[in-house]
């Protein structure tokens, strides 16, 4: 019930292309979904989050998509870069709980 | 930079003995968060503290404790290592205690077991 989970577990994509990210959870409890970006030797970094309020969120050039009834959600990143080339997780959150549940990771790479 | 500072960057150590992780949070922020992330089991959360209190546990080892001191800064201690301890710890720091308010993480600590 507490899990979250991401796929794929690596991606290669062109520069300029749109790279997919999902995730998939059952705990109908989780009210807030985070992705986070993680370059090589980093901590994680907050990159968007989403409430289940609405259905979609954009900041620059990533966006997240929410289907509440489908419990699943998606990064799209758009016009891919190099060096948007790093590992992302998608998170989610059940406030009772107050602690975030991690999806496996992503490893994306832009190619040039 | 977050802001959010950890030590040692590195730490190599032998099957039994027991260590100490440290975290300072970025200035005025009140919870601190350990996370460990291992290659097999991804990010997995381990405990909360906010204002010296602890206030959320998640896959903590017995053998893993951790405390938040006054002055804000957090200590995550090891003991009776096992190799498969072996793995990035990572802090974290918000300035509220749910989980929604966003979490800086610092750099790491890379822990070998050996």
Redesign the interface.
Known sequence: QQQVKQSPQSLIVQKGGIPIINCAYENTAFD?FPWYQQFP??????LI?IRPDVSEKKEGRFTISFNKSAKQFSLHIMDSQPGDSATY?CAA?D?G?????????TRLTINP | DSGVTQTPKHLITATGQRVTLRCSPRSGDLSVYWYQQSLDQGLQFLIQYYNGEERAKGNILERFSAQQFPDLHSELNLSSLELGDSALYFCASSVGFQASYEQYFGPGTRLTVT
């Open positions: 807030y030797g980093k901590g994680p970094a907050l989050a997780f959150q406030e709980a107050q602690k975030l549940v991690f999806g496996q990771g």
